[in-house]
């Protein structure tokens, strides 16, 4: 599909649109404060500089709504607004208003056009269907606005995506949005590593702060971080930072980034999530693989520099087996033997978190059975109560661990066959790009986000990436950022 661009905006439409939106903005002000209560009020002038910063920065506003969604505030913490039966999280204020920003531009300025891209059609049909197949499912009262609203919610952060592609046209934008990323994932690696310090007697992080517990085995003393709403963040950043330093040469000004890279790699230990630490290895091997000539010699150098410093670094965890730091490597180390021990992939298993799952395939194959086209629709129940898994805490009905057979019982075969589509065709055309990219910096974030998608392909068997408010969120910008790449190279 062709790539259409525009050409770049002038300062002076620019100052005019902003003055002109400056007096109407002050003259509305005046007239809402006399019908409306102060916090409506407060609501308007919030609105009205999201809508200034949207057109000045809009990187500024889609990673205000990365932070907000996917650092360190809890779901149910999210400032909202009540709209009468529904509400809106402050996050969709901001997404609304930068798509008015857009459709205001398309309106007003002849130099701009909409950008196109070969991943608009799979994504555009993957929304329309899930929405559609949840209409379907509340004319026929199967579902209730309580769950279908909150997984609506969720589908509907991937169009993120639109706005990338047609707010972030030039290439400073999206080295902010970028740099913007790695600080936000760099605060949430510090809140996770403070965390740990506190222990559980203290959790002030959002998901599971528990005591560690392996194939059985409890550590008092080892605390685990999970399930938090930075978990996806932290996933991704140190993967993305482990193709970049992989990539690039060996200087001094890269220690900034390799201590922020140290960072990420402990909260993600602190998470003591074996899936994410799979496919994080299994990208870092596929880095190995797929570089050549003067990236793959970078890359050896960086090798060896780890292979001299990881001794030195274990050295103080040997001698000092009981602090911190030696119990948490200690338990990581027994968490790793789990990933490669037989029995837990072995059916019947009474300590496989991976076997234990079981019986959400067997409802669940059986829904895609009956409803093969359509799926059940979003928000769903696809199985009845569970003795020990469901109590009062916890109501899994609709909920499953594999992201992959979430959206086949939800938005049915054809949902699922869509959403792949969007999926392999981000891979096919990074993979084929990747190398033509002349920007090093960019040319190693567009691999490591291509490599991503692939790994997650994977995650999503164990973990409900696709169906996660904060990953979605991620996801859509994620597709986003490598498009931008290829029309600023010109390899749309």
Not at 189 to 216: C, D, K, N, P
Not at 417 to 423: A, G, H, P, R, Y
Request: with cysteine; aromatic share 10%.
């Amino acid at each position: 599909m062709t790539t259409i661009t525009s050409r770049p905006r002038s300062k002076g439409f620019d100052q005019t649109i902003q003055l002109i939106l400056a007096v109407l903005a002050g003259v509305a002000l005046g007239a809402v404060s006399l019908v409306l209560s102060p916090l409506w009020t407060m609501v308007g002038i919030a609105g009205i500089v999201i809508v200034l910063v949207a057109i000045k920065w809009p990187e500024l506003s889609i990673l205000a709504v990365i932070a907000a969604l996917c650092t360190i505030l809890p779901d149910e913490q999210m400032p909202v607004i009540n709209l009468g039966p529904g509400r809106l999280y402050v996050t969709e204020p901001i997404v609304l208003g930068l798509y008015a920003v857009v459709v205001v531009r398309w309106l007003v300025d002849r130099s701009f056009r909409l950008v196109r891209t070969p991943l608009d059609l799979p994504l555009i049909l993957f929304y329309i269907w899930a929405i559609g197949s949840t209409i379907i499912a509340i004319v026929n009262k199967t579902v209730e606005p309580a769950a279908y609203i909150p997984e609506i919610r969720v589908v509907s952060y991937y169009l993120l995506f639109f706005l990338m592609t047609n707010l972030i046209r030039e290439k400073g934008q999206l080295e902010t949005l970028i740099k913007g990323f790695f600080f936000l994932a760099t605060v949430v690696a510090a809140a996770m590593i403070y965390q740990y310090t506190l222990g559980t007697s203290v959790a002030f992080l959002s998901g599971r702060v528990e005591v560690l517990e392996t194939a059985g085995t409890v550590s008092r003393d080892v605390t685990r971080i999970t399930d938090t709403s930075g978990e996806g963040i932290i996933t991704l950043a140190f993967i993305l930072k482990s193709v970049l330093l992989m990539t690039k040469s060996i200087k001094v000004k890269r220690i900034p980034s390799l201590v922020q890279w140290a960072l990420f790699g402990v909260a993600m230990v602190m998470s003591f999530n074996r899936t994410h630490w799979a496919v994080s290895a299994m990208i870092i091997l596929a880095t190995v693989l797929i570089v050549r000539g003067e990236m793959r010699q970078r890359l050896l150098k960086w090798i060896l520099i780890f292979v001299y410093l990881l001794p030195l670094a274990a050295i103080p965890l040997m001698v000092m087996p009981n602090t911190k730091a030696g119990k948490l490597a200690s338990a990581t180390i027994a968490r790793v033997d789990t990933l490669v021990s037989p029995e837990s992939y072995e059916a019947g298993s009474t300590t496989s978190t991976i076997r234990w799952r079981d019986f959400e395939y067997q409802y669940g194959f059986q829904q895609i059975q009956k409803n093969p086209v359509l799926g059940l629709g979003l928000g769903a129940e696809y199985r009845p109560m569970v003795f020990g898994i469901d109590d009062e805490y916890f109501d899994g009905r609709g909920y499953t661990h594999n992201a992959h057979l979430w959206l086949a019982v939800k938005t049915g075969l054809a949902g699922f066959l869509l959403f792949m589509w969007l999926m392999v065709l981000a891979i096919v055309r990074g993979l084929d790009r990747w190398r033509k990219v002349k920007d090093e910096h960019l040319r190693s974030i567009v691999l490591g986000i291509t490599l991503s998608f692939a790994g997650f392909i994977l995650v999503g068997i164990l973990h409900p990436i696709y169906m996660t408010l904060y990953w979605t969120p991620l996801l859509g910008m994620m597709f986003g950022v490598n498009e931008v790449v290829y029309r600023i190279e010109e390899l749309a």
